[in-house]
Structure formats: structure tokens, C-alpha cells
């Protein structure tokens, strides 16, 4: 079982950067793909990327080149870097774990923990 908790979310202005954290517990965490989603008000959750068991990562076309997803095993933290943000950023970010595959998906429904959420609001 893995529990995951988000955080590093807050108000930034367009243009400027964040760092979002999520620890995991359990012994899931290595072995497991990691994901970041975000959902914004009155929108579906979307995928913004993924990272592999081994640490290649994947992207959403959406923040290609402004975001970037590391993991650190170890410690059993995963990372979401943003940076150049925009006001279409803006949305509750969530990590979360499928600890059926080291290769994870874009599919939500393929992740069976989720954190609780962090809010990333970008003011133009």
C-alpha cells in the first residue's frame, strides 16, 4: 500500500515557478509509476505526466518543455518542477501511484493511490 501527500502548491504569478513534492509511504514507492494530475474548476482531471520505476519521464504536450517530473527512491519523494506558469495552469494538482507497473500511464483510472491534492493558482 503506498500513501501519498502533496504539497508546495500556492498563488505565483504568470511566468514564475513552483515546486511540487509528494511523499509516499510504503515499500511500493520504487517499484511503483508515479503520475501528476491536475483538474481544474469545473473541468475533468487531466493527465500532466508520469515517471517510470526507472525514472524516464513523459509529458503532457501541454507543459512540454516548462515541466519537468524527478523522483528521488531514496527519500520517496517525487517531484513536479513548474516553471514559465500560466493562468491555464491553474487547477488542484494531484500525484498518484500505480503500483501495478513501473511504466504508468496517461489513464487516471490506472492509478490506484492518490494523494489529497494541492492548489496551484497563477495569476495573470
Known amino acids: 500500500q503506498v500513501q501519498l501527500v502533496e504539497s508546495g502548491g500556492g498563488l505565483v504569478q504568470a511566468g514564475g515557478s513552483l515546486t511540487l513534492s509528494c511523499a509516499a509511504s510504503g515499500r511500493a514507492f520504487s517499484r511503483s509509476a508515479m503520475g501528476w494530475f491536475r483538474q481544474a474548476p469545473g473541468k475533468e482531471r487531466e493527465f500532466v505526466g508520469r515517471?517510470?520505476?526507472?525514472?524516464?519521464?513523459y509529458y503532457a504536450d501541454s507543459v512540454k518543455g516548462r515541466f519537468t517530473i524527478s523522483r528521488d527512491n531514496a527519500k520517496t519523494i517525487l517531484y513536479l518542477q513548474m516553471n514559465s506558469l500560466r493562468p491555464e495552469d491553474t487547477a488542484v494538482y494531484y500525484c498518484a501511484a500505480d503500483s501495478d507497473s513501473r511504466l504508468g500511464s496517461t489513464r487516471d483510472y490506472d492509478y490506484d493511490y492518490w494523494g489529497q491534492g494541492t492548489q496551484v493558482t497563477v495569476s495573470s
Open positions: 515517471i517510470t520505476g526507472s525514472g524516464t519521464a
